[in-house]
Every structure is written in structure tokens, then in C-alpha cells.
T-cell receptor, first 113, second 113 residues
Framework: NAGVTQTPKFQVLKTGQSMTLQCAQDMNHNSMYWYRQDPGMGLRLIYYSASEGTTDKGEVPNGYNVSRLNKREFSLRLESAAPSQTSVYFC????????????FGPGTRLTVL | GESVGLHLPTLSVQEGDNSIINCAYSNSASDYFIWYKQESGKGPQFIIDIRSNMDKRQGQRVTVLLNKTVKHLSLQIAATQPGDSAVYFCAENPPGGAQKLVFGQGTRLTINP
């Protein structure tokens, strides 16, 4: 099992460009999440999907959109990138229970110039 | 003004010693708590968790203590090894059904030979 995979690993964008970060999990998990991690800080929740077909905002959703394509895949889109979105983005997945462990992907390091 | 996030708390211990990492959480109604380990360039890795109806839980070389009175969480690592060097995050799950983790700032643990 690969667990949680993310593509790309690195990306550099210019201000105003758009891009989509891809995430997939092979653990048959119902819930998936997108976080961002700024230097020297903990992770902050951007969006989450409790189950296929549903998405909800987290702590810092502004400037992002998400799509739960199917049970395996959860994508994060930046429509018009800004330097403030320079960060490392992590995808995670878990079972449906509120106490199920979240498993994280390796991250995408995004720089917006 | 100073960016607190750039000044990650640090802890240095000698190899073989025990280490204790502390965390203050914010929501007295949070019902689930997790410790994650993050090595450089990787995603967070689950270490141990504890539910709010417990005050202590032990794993392999790790123990988590929960003090709900003062909203404090600690992670004890016994007989530290070089591979324990990493940043450690606590996370709390506020009530409300879906797992919307709130992460602490993190502590960098360095093991000295």
C-alpha cells in the first residue's frame, strides 16, 4: 500500500497563476483533509471532506477550492496564486470516526513569486 | 512585530535520557488528542493518541499524559535514540463530529550523542 500520495512534490508559480494539487489514498478511508504548514509552525486545516460527495471549510479556506473526485482522490485548487500561499501543503486521510488516526502524505512545497 | 511561529521551542537531550515534551491546548471541550512526529521534509507521522476520558496512555517507549484541569498534554519518550530527533506536534480535536484537528506550534527535539 502506498498510503497517501501527493503530486507534485515541488512547484513554483507566479502571482496570479493557477494550479491543482493532487492527493490520493489507497486505505479506503472516508475522510480526507488538506492542510498548509508555514515555516516553524503547526499545520492549519484548509478544507476537509468527511465523506465522498461532501466538502467543508476548515480554518483557512480563503483562496482555495477543493474537489472530492471519488473516494480515493481529493484535490486542492489555487485559482489565482498569491505570495501569501507560499507554504508546504499536506493531504491526509482517516476513517469516518472522530478518533480515527489521520495519515499524512509527503507534502507539496509551493512557492509563489 | 515578532513572528512567534519562527521561534520553534527546542529541547536537547542526551542519547539514552528520557525526554518530556509539553503542550497546552486551547479548547476545554476537545475530546481527542494526538502526538505527531515530523522529520525534515516529511509529513507528520502518528505516534500516540489519547481520549479525554483517560489521563495516561502508554505505547512503545512513549507515554502521553493528559491533564484536563489545566488543559495540558505531555509526551514522554524513554531512552531517546538519534532517530527520535524531529519536530513533535500535539493536536486536539474539538467537538463537533468531523475530525478538524488543531495543531500546536511544535517542539524541535534534538538528541545529542
Amino acid at each position: 500500500n502506498a498510503g497517501v500520495t501527493q503530486t507534485p512534490k515541488f512547484q513554483v508559480l507566479k502571482t496570479g497563476q493557477s494550479m491543482t494539487l493532487q492527493c490520493a489514498q489507497d486505505m479506503n478511508h472516508n475522510s480526507m483533509y488538506w492542510y498548509r504548514q508555514d515555516p516553524g509552525m503547526g499545520l492549519r486545516l484548509i478544507y476537509y471532506s468527511a465523506s465522498e460527495g461532501t466538502t467543508d471549510k476548515g480554518e483557512v479556506p480563503n483562496g482555495y477550492n477543493v474537489s472530492r473526485l471519488n473516494k480515493r482522490e481529493f484535490s486542492l485548487r489555487l485559482e489565482s496564486a498569491a505570495p501569501s500561499q507560499t507554504s508546504v501543503y499536506f493531504c491526509a486521510s482517516s476513517g469516518a470516526s472522530g478518533t480515527d488516526t489521520q495519515y499524512f502524505g509527503p507534502g507539496t512545497r509551493l512557492t509563489v513569486l | 512585530g515578532e513572528s512567534v511561529g519562527l521561534h520553534l521551542p527546542t529541547l536537547s537531550v542526551q542519547e539514552g535520557d528520557n525526554s518530556i515534551i509539553n503542550c497546552a491546548y486551547s479548547n476545554s471541550a476537545s475530546d481527542y488528542f494526538i502526538w505527531y512526529k515530523q522529520e525534515s521534509g516529511k509529513g507528520p507521522q502518528f505516534i500516540i493518541d489519547i481520549r479525554s476520558n483517560m489521563d495516561k496512555r502508554q505505547g512503545q517507549r512513549v507515554t502521553v499524559l493528559l491533564n484536563k484541569t489545566v488543559k495540558h498534554l505531555s509526551l514522554q519518550i524513554a531512552a531517546t535514540q538519534p532517530g527520535d530527533s524531529a519536530v513533535y506536534f500535539c493536536a486536539e480535536n474539538p467537538p463537533g463530529g468531523a475530525q478538524k484537528l488543531v495543531f500546536g506550534q511544535g517542539t524541535r527535539l534534538t538528541i545529542n550523542p
